[in-house]
């Protein structure tokens, strides 16, 4: 499963083999590269930086680090490695035969399922385009751009699915990939938090923290599906996926540090205290975190879905870790606990759990994320400040599925319209939070130097100093 370099485009698919997808992709490429020309990372063409690359797809020892210019990144096409002998793990066929092809009767609802995990993957290089222009540190800009680098390749992964399996279809969906724009009023991104903008560097943080963990539990959903192809490219996608998330979990520690740092310095909880200090204060990280769980948890979609139980029924998206379940990975019969309003009232209520296997996985997700909100709070409780950050209530701020009608407090409380429009400025990030946060976003590259606002990371990259030189400015 080596990667062929000497390609035009690198892979381990054999591509040289397959002429006319080899066009295809051929094709496509130039598009590409005048998409991350025109709305990719902004100034960036002679800057070299100290990028990973997929060498192989062995967990040991899969990548190598080198100065690249970004746009003449290896974006390339990487699979899993097979076996041919991979049997279904759940649904109607449970215990067939993976598919290497994709079924005439799936052929819709695969295209649409890979369509919609594509478009995330342009949409956030798109939001997070202008932050390298006030990167707290060198180390932090290289790592924006090895993200941005990876979620282009992930475009790349699902752009070779559509036009390896989906003929014409597929190559007007690869082509469309590039055409929506996060944002755009005309034609934007298919989601909703991929529309939300990323405007400082706090929001990025909180972004790869709580968003690309949600492409984390799709990505592990898909990497069960029966269409083999679909399951081998996701499950190289979360390798990558994986340092995404620690960029997020670490910034925002790394912010707590040094808010944790003035607050004992000017003993001093104030918010206005501590932001004439420079640093951003609790309540203000608590708004940000708020905003961007929800609208996270948002993209799990409806609570009750009957495209859910189809797609999980014919085998197309299983759920996360469905290997390690010990139900009968059927599920017809059972039922699950989602949240319904009744008379203005928060209630449970049980229905068939296929249906409701979005909301099965937003709660895998929500598990996953309140242990990194409990690993922020360690830093806190080692500086002795007695706050904790939280995640809201479930139903808080939520614009999709059975509870995007009420307003809800972030503990849980529903309250009226009134008490909404009263309490949202301490619930949500406003405007004059927004202001102050992008107020102190400066510019700082100097080799080992950090904006005031962050504590420095406790190492670098692969084994560099946090000195080193990640940018190479041309
Ligand atoms: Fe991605
Ligand atoms: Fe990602």
Known sequence: MAIDYAQKIPNNVNLADDRTLQRALEQWQPNFINWWDDVGPENTTDSDVYLRTATSVDPQGWAHFDFVKMRDYR???????????????????????????????????????????????PASVEQQRHLGLTAPSMYDLRNLFQINVEEGRHLWAMVYLLQKFFGRDGREEAGALLERTSGDADNPRILGAFNEKTPDWLAFFMFTYFTDRDGKFQLAALAESAFDPLARTTKFMLTEEAHHMFVGESGVSRVLQRTAHVMNELKSDDPKTIREAGAIDLPTIQRY????????????????????????????????????????????????????????????????MLNALNEVLRDDFIKDSVAGVGRWNKVLEKAGIPTRLVVPHKAFNRRIGALAGIRMSPEGQVVSEAE??????????TASDRAFVSSLMGRVVEPGKFANWIAPPAMGINKQPVDFEYVRFG
């Open 75 to 121: 974006w390339g096409i990487f699979l899993n490695p097979g076996d041919a002998n991979r049997q279904i793990q759940f649904g109607d066929h449970k215990g067939e035969t993976a598919w290497q092809d994709v079924p005439g009767e799936h052929r819709a609802n695969l295209r649409r399922i890979i369509v919609t995990q594509g478009d995330t993957e």
């Open 289 to 352: 975190l708020n905003f961007h769980y929800s609208v996270t948890i948002d993209l799990f979609g409806a609570d009750q879905s009957s495209n859910a139980a189809t797609f999980y029924s014919s085998g197309l998206k299983g759920r996360y870790e469905e290997g390690k379940r010990v139900d009968d990975h059927v599920l017809k019969g059972q039922t699950y606990k989602v949240l319904e309003v009744r008379n203005g009232q928060l209630g449970e209520k049980e229905v068939p």
């Open 420 to 429: 909404w429009t009263q309490r949202e400025a301490d619930w949500l990030p």
